[in-house]
């Protein structure tokens, strides 16, 4: 019985990554394809559909981290995974008049590399059991340079977004009500903007130490 | 007898150790290490026994009151403590005033002042009987608790980390501005004249019999603080265990009853949680201690903090 459950767990997870992986692709493929022959203003457009499923299936991986089909820390992956559905879904498709930023072409670039880095290291790792090396220095290593550009590329999408949010009054529950309650769509969003200020650092150095355990330990093995 | 003191990590803390008098107490120690390390007040030294490496166990603390030789093996003329620093300490009062403090200050300035004007508001505000009630009834609950501190309770513990300061200010004066907000707003909608009485009512009276709890609870330790733990009886005690507790949380969800805010509601979601966390973690140490082996008594069947749910 145990036996035939890992089993199944491992064609699960093995199924899960590989799909990922081929909608992050496929975004990556649309970006590149569509700045080549239209330019940065038509990227939204043509990446929307694989962006959305691909990065809304992550939520998967916040429910395997609590029934305990993965080993990672859900404190780490929440805010990463709650930043990525913001800013697809809190701000791009909430706020169309943002879509034609060159910013939206460096996001689903950074995004969509580190991606298809990452469902392919532990695809292959749930199928074979293992990953080449050359992948796993991958995984560790383009963080340095996407997670600026991505971190740029979400906060300067936000900051771009401020007046058409304040404009259009979505999302906000204004007072008077019986529950005497209220929500500002607008502060929200700056608030998410304060919280990059010491959550990038954090994220970043967080890295540089996963970096360094891994790599150290490929080193020695 | 010679007292080596070793940090977890193995370092020494007192260079040789210390050569102490053999009736000495615990914190005759505290006051030796103190005055060989002079940032090591004695409230800020945790000394427990050393555990075996590897070991899962929880290592015992040093009771302050105890002698020293009760720790020693047999007759040992040696005994090796571990040590760590709990960092810097400040009193129980003093990290109660500071956090009730906040509320008690903050909360007036909306009801008062014309803050509102800062949020773009800028008419006139006309101000409703409940939101009056509302702001005596919360002034008078975080003075009543500042007076208990000082008058009432008996600490377990005689310090407090520094650091709970910041924290703890920043739940107790965050949740105060949140709600003292919505509670003033211009815009406020206020409940029906009924719903109002009884929640306040039906708070006020939870008030008094949480400070009747607090009284009967500093019956049961002696000024000095060395009984040890008892069986809490009387009024609320006899049926629940942290009938304190209790009667706070029932005393929020009267001021919410008649201010109706979602600020409050979460506000009393959270302490409840966090009530409830110590309430079982109480009620478990209680259920423990008094097994009813060996002439000690067996805690009665009661509810931990909410009855009838937990």
Known sequence: ?221 | MKVTIVTRSGREVVKGGIVINDSALVSDLQKEIHARVKKYYPSRQRLTLPLATGSRERPSVLNPKKCIKEYAEGNAEDLTVVFKDLGPQVSYSTLFFWEYLGPLIIYPIFYYFPVYKFFGYEDERSIRPVQTYAVYYWCFHYFKRIMETFFVHRFSHATSPLSNVFRNCCYYWSFGSYIAYYVNHPLYTPVCDLQVKIGFGFGLLCQVSNLYCHILLRRLRSPDSSGGYQIPSGFLFNIVTCANYTTEIYQWLGFNIATQTVAGYSFLVVAALIMTNWALAKHRRLKKLFDGKEGRPKYPRRWVILPPFI
């Open chain 1, 1 to 221: 019985m145990a036996g035939v459950l890992s089993a199944l767990k491992r064609v699960y997870l093995t199924a899960y990554n590989w799909t990922v992986f081929v909608g992050w692709f496929q975004v990556l493929y649309f970006a590149l394809k569509t700045l080549k022959e239209s330019g940065y203003r038509d990227v939204y457009g043509a990446v929307e559909r694989p962006l959305q499923l691909a990065q809304t299936a992550a939520v998967l991986e916040i429910l395997h981290g609590i029934v305990g089909l993965v080993r990672s820390p859900i404190s780490a992956t929440l805010p990463q995974i709650g930043s990525r559905l913001y800013v697809t879904w809190g701000i791009l498709w909430s706020f169309p008049e943002v879509r034609t930023h060159f910013l939206v072409s460096s996001l689903v670039i950074s995004w969509s590399i580190t991606e298809i880095i990452r469902y392919s290291f532990f695809g292959l790792k749930e199928a074979f059991g293992f990953a080449p090396s050359w992948l796993q220095w991958l995984r560790y290593s383009t963080f340095l340079f996407l997670y600026p550009t991505g971190i740029t590329s979400e906060v300067g999408l936000i900051y771009t977004a401020l007046p058409f949010i304040k404009a259009s009054e979505k999302y906000s529950i204004r007072m008077p009500n019986r529950l005497n309650f209220s929500f500002d769509y607008l502060y929200a969003a700056i608030a998410v903007l304060a919280i990059y200020i010491p959550g990038s650092p954090h994220m970043y150095r967080y890295m540089l130490g996963q970096r360094r355990k891994v790599l150290s330990k490929a080193k020695t093995a």
